[in-house]
C-alpha cells in the first residue's frame, strides 16, 4: 500500500527545460491589458490600445515626404526660411501660381497638426467619449481645416475692403513659414506625451498648443513688422487694425477660453 502510494505521486520525468513560454507570455500581457483596461483606480488611460493617432502622425508624414519629393525647391526653402534671409526672401519670390500645390500642401499639414492637438485634448477630455475614434478625427480635422478657410476668407475681405492685396498675401506666406516649421515639433512632441504615463495629460497638451500657437503669432507678426514687406507701401494704421483684428484678438480669445476651461476643471 505504502509502496504503491509513492509510484502514484513520484511521476517526475525528464523534460527540456523551457526558461520561456511564448504563449503564455502572450496571454499574461492580454490578461494584463484588459485588466488595466477595466480598471478605474488608477483612472483609465484612454491611450491605451489606441493606434489611430500613430497612423494619423504617419500619414501626416507621408504627406511631408510627398511635399519633399514633388517640390523640392520649396521644401528646401521653407525649411530655411525662418532662420536664414536669403532663403526667406527667395521662397518670397518664388510664391507663383506655379506652386500653388506646394502652398496647399503646407497648409494640409499645418492643419492636420493642428488637428491633431486638437484630438488629443478631446481624448484627454470627458467629452465626446462616445463617439468612434475615427469619426472623432473626421470631425476634428474637418473642422480644422474649415476654421482655416474661413480666417483666410476673411483676411481676403479685410484685404479688400481697404484696397490692400499685398497686406494678406505677405503676412500668409511668412505665417506659412512659421506654422509649418513649428509642426515639425508639434507632431514628435505630441505623440510622446499622448503615449506615455502621465497623469495630467490634458494640462500638458493644453500648455503645449498655447506655447506653439503664441510661439507661432508672435514669430509672424515679429517678422511682418520688421521685415519690410508691409511698411513699403502700407500705413502704420492699417498695419495696428490688421493684427488686433486678425492675430491678437483671437489670441486673446483663446487664452481667456483656455483659462475658463481650467477653472472649471
Known amino acids: 500500500m505504502y509502496k504503491d502510494s509513492i509510484l502514484?505521486?513520484?511521476?517526475?520525468?525528464?523534460?527540456?527545460?523551457?526558461?520561456?513560454?511564448?504563449e503564455i507570455f502572450r496571454k499574461s500581457k492580454i490578461n494584463l491589458r484588459k485588466t488595466l483596461t477595466a480598471s478605474h483606480n488608477p483612472p483609465i488611460r484612454r491611450n491605451l490600445n489606441n493606434y489611430l493617432l500613430f497612423i494619423w502622425a504617419f500619414v501626416i508624414a507621408l504627406l511631408i515626404l510627398f511635399f519633399k519629393n514633388a517640390y523640392a525647391l520649396q521644401y528646401r526653402l521653407i525649411n530655411k526660411a525662418w532662420f536664414s534671409s536669403i532663403s526667406f526672401n527667395e521662397f518670397f519670390t518664388t510664391q507663383t501660381s506655379v506652386f500653388t500645390n506646394s502652398k496647399l500642401m503646407t497648409w494640409l499639414i499645418i492643419s492636420q497638426s493642428l488637428a491633431m492637438g486638437l484630438f488629443v485634448f478631446i481624448k484627454s477630455s470627458y467629452a465626446f467619449q462616445d463617439t468612434p475614434d475615427l469619426l472623432l478625427v473626421l470631425y476634428v480635422s474637418g473642422f480644422t481645416i474649415l476654421l482655416m478657410l474661413i480666417n483666410q476668407w476673411l483676411k481676403n475681405v479685410f484685404a479688400?475692403?481697404?484696397?490692400?492685396?499685398?497686406?494678406?498675401k505677405d503676412y500668409a506666406i511668412i505665417y506659412r513659414i512659421h506654422a509649418y516649421s513649428a509642426s515639425l515639433v508639434l507632431l514628435p512632441v505630441l505623440l510622446m506625451v499622448y503615449y506615455s504615463s502621465t497623469l495630467n495629460l490634458r494640462l500638458i497638451v493644453i500648455v503645449i498648443m498655447v506655447v506653439y500657437m503664441m510661439l507661432v503669432y508672435a514669430t509672424s507678426i515679429f517678422k511682418f513688422?520688421?521685415?519690410?514687406?508691409?511698411?513699403?507701401?502700407?500705413?502704420?494704421?492699417i498695419l495696428i487694425?490688421?493684427?488686433?483684428?486678425?492675430?491678437?484678438?483671437?489670441?486673446?480669445?483663446?487664452?481667456?477660453?483656455?483659462?475658463?476651461?481650467?477653472?472649471?476643471?
Open 8 to 22: 502514484r505521486i513520484d511521476t517526475l520525468f525528464y523534460a527540456k527545460f523551457i526558461p520561456f513560454d511564448r
Open 160 to 168: 479688400y475692403a481697404f484696397s490692400q492685396p499685398a497686406l494678406n
Open 225 to 237: 513688422v520688421f521685415s519690410g514687406r508691409f511698411l513699403q507701401n502700407q500705413s502704420n494704421f
Open 241 to 265: 487694425l490688421y493684427l488686433c483684428a486678425f492675430e491678437i484678438l483671437p489670441l486673446l480669445v483663446l487664452i481667456k477660453s483656455i483659462n475658463t476651461i481650467l477653472a472649471y476643471d
